[in-house]
């Protein structure tokens, strides 16, 4: 530590641009993974709100809610874990606003998830053309008492409450009834349903023609969030790589210029670990100074981000992700490490 | 403690078949403590292997090293690089100081790693009086010539207090006025803090200070006659 703070103070030039290129991938790193998780957060806000273990769908739906119909032979009895919600896409708009995609869930007055529903304003659903809309809709100019026009139904919707983190697959959620849900969708008779939640890790459905799925399952299968997912970790994970390789080639030119100092050093019987100690510190204070200025420069903007950019800044995500970088550093310091410990002291004497 | 130094029999060879160097002829050398030993010898004669294998920095071939009666040449690499620090003084010509520490900094680092058995504040202040670099402690290696670090470096190998002093081209980088201070602090060094200093060098402005002197030719280590006292 003590070699490596002198070098750093004495190098303040030097120094400086490896911590500047750290903070930049180290920034760009936070500002991915809050934007990761943001996406990933508004595609199951609603799923993880209900606090969802097990999905009955049919089976033929490809594990896609929008595609399910269960019939009420399929849905069976349900105890007071299960809801039954039924689900379809809508485009909402009303007098003097935006139009705004949506996804409508239908639900029983009787069950969970219309019980747990959680209003940041109004009250819940009491009739038929009743809904309770996510946030979005308040922040795209939206107010209680609007009425909602959904699809070309030929009813209004009135917004009588308002609900937060209430978003599946990026689009906020209209709740309202079920048999709201099969007005909109035509249906008369037959299906009852989309699908059944379970609050419950030991549900399973047996019936004919459905599947019982874990909530991760119906997660993956939600349309883009695994490629997103998946295009997300690849960027971070090449960021890693770089950052990796960075620090290892600059320690490795910086090692190599030292070499012949290691050397008289070890001539006078200094302990190869105390050189390999510095070439280690050195990387992690280096990589550690970026990733402060790296998050102080991500705290500040998040205090700046309007609301409607989907980033999260979830702490202990981000310190995993910091937690890789020094990882990273670590292994960068390797390569420097393997030419400390092949300094030959010999090489000094003489000449 | 009596401070010694001896190599007892040491054959080094380099090589096989044709390529075959026999460096070392069986080399037999004492040093005592309070006396200043000068080798002497051209380039290419077996100084640098003699330095290397007395320094415990490689095996010979054949023969032994013993410092204060410890054999160097039974002990492992970690075993030797604590003895080395503990109770050998390197003076290289190739001084190589680390650029980002101060003159002082560089005594630091040597406490770091061994904490006890150093030099005093008032002896190192000593050391670098009489080298003439006692104003140099707050610079850098960069800030100084080639002069002040060579006695920037000598000052590094005494600090640890070293029963055994090996100097390899102490004075290359000096010029006469200085040789002679250096000289008298490497005498100075072996009689009044009884260590055993062996100079391997070319200068012959050094030879007014050795108590021993002697030659290498082709790896043969002779005893000149010549030494004055």
């Known amino acids: 530590m003590f070699l490596a703070l002198k070098e750093i103070k004495k190098e303040k030039l030097r120094s400086g641009l490896i911590i500047f290129m750290i903070v930049l991938i180290g920034y760009l790193i936070f500002i991915l993974t809050s934007l990761a998780l943001g996406l990933a957060q508004q595609n199951t806000d609603a799923i993880n709100g209900w606090q969802a273990q097990r999905i009955v769908l049919n089976a033929d739906a490809n594990t896609d809610m929008r595609q399910s119909f269960l ?96 978003k599946l697959n990026i ?83 910086l090692t190599m210029q030292k070499l012949p100092n290691y050397a008289v050093l070890r001539a006078q019987g200094i302990p190869s670990k105390v050189l390999v100690g510095a070439t280690v510190s050195q990387s992690l204070l280096l990589v550690l100074s970026g990733l402060v200025l790296a998050t102080v420069l991500t705290i500040a903007t998040a205090a700046v981000m309007p609301s409607a950019v989907p980033m999260a800044f979830d702490i202990p995500a981000l310190a995993e992700v910091g937690l890789g970088l020094l990882v990273m550093a670590l292994l960068g310091s390797l390569i420097p490490i393997k030419s400390v410990l092949s300094v030959d002291p010999v090489s000094v004497i003489g000449g | 403690m009596k401070n010694s130094f001896s190599v007892s029999h040491v054959s080094q060879v380099f090589g096989t078949g044709t390529a075959r160097v026999e460096a070392l002829h069986d080399v037999s050398f004492e040093a005592d403590a309070g006396s200043l030993s000068l080798i002497m010898g051209p380039s290419g004669s077996g100084k640098s292997t003699f330095l290397t294998i007395a320094g415990g920095l490689l095996t010979p071939t054949s023969g032994s090293v013993e410092v204060n009666g ?142 021993h002197l002697y030659n290498m030719q082709d790896g043969w280590l002779r005893e000149a006659e010549a030494v004055v006292s």
């Open chain 1, 171 to 253: 689009a906020p959620v209209v709740y309202g009834r079920l048999s709201s849900w099969s007005a909109l969708r035509g249906i008369k008779a037959g299906p009852v349903g989309s699908a059944v939640i379970s609050q419950s890790k030991t549900y399973k459905n047996t019936n004919a023609g459905v599947k019982t799925y874990t909530k991760q399952q119906v997660i993956n299968k939600l349309p883009g969030y695994s490629a997103q997912n998946a295009t997300f970790i690849l960027m971070i994970g090449f960021l890693m790589v770089i950052s990796l390789i960075i620090i290892a080639v600059f320690l490795y030119i």
């Open chain 2, 70 to 211: 410890v054999k160097y040449t039974e002990r492992s690499k970690k075993q030797r690089d604590a003895l080395r620090l503990d109770a050998i003084g390197f003076v290289l010509q190739a001084y190589h100081l680390l650029p980002y520490l101060t003159v002082a900094d560089q005594f630091k680092l040597v406490d770091r790693v061994k904490p006890n058995g150093n030099l005093s504040k008032e002896q190192l202040d000593e050391v670098l009086a009489t080298l003439g670099i006692q104003n140099l402690v707050h610079k850098y290696p960069g800030e100084l010539s080639g002069g002040q670090q060579q006695r920037v470096a000598i000052a590094r190998a005494l600090y640890p207090d070293p029963a055994i002093i090996l100097a390899d081209e102490p004075t290359a980088a000096l010029d006469s006025a200085r040789v002679e201070v250096v000289g008298a602090l490497l005498k100075d060094l072996a009689i009044k803090r009884n260590k055993a200093v062996v100079v391997v060098t070319h200068d012959t402005r050094l030879i007014p200070f050795a108590d």
């Open chain 1, 71 to 166: 019939t009420q032979k399929q849905v069976g009895k349900l105890s007071n874990k299960e809801a039954l919600l039924g689900e379809t896409s809508v485009v909402a708009k009303a007098k003097g606003q935006k139009q705004q995609s949506a996804v409508f869930l239908g639900l029983k007055s009787s069950q969970f998830i219309y019980k747990n529903l959680k209003l940041t304003a109004g009250r819940n659903v009491q009739k038929g053309n009743e809904v309770v809309v996510d946030t979005a809709f308040k922040n795209a100019g939206y107010k209680l008492g609007d009425k909602l026009q959904l699809n070309d139904y030929k009813d209004k919707f009135t917004i009588v409450g308002f609900t937060d983190k209430a």
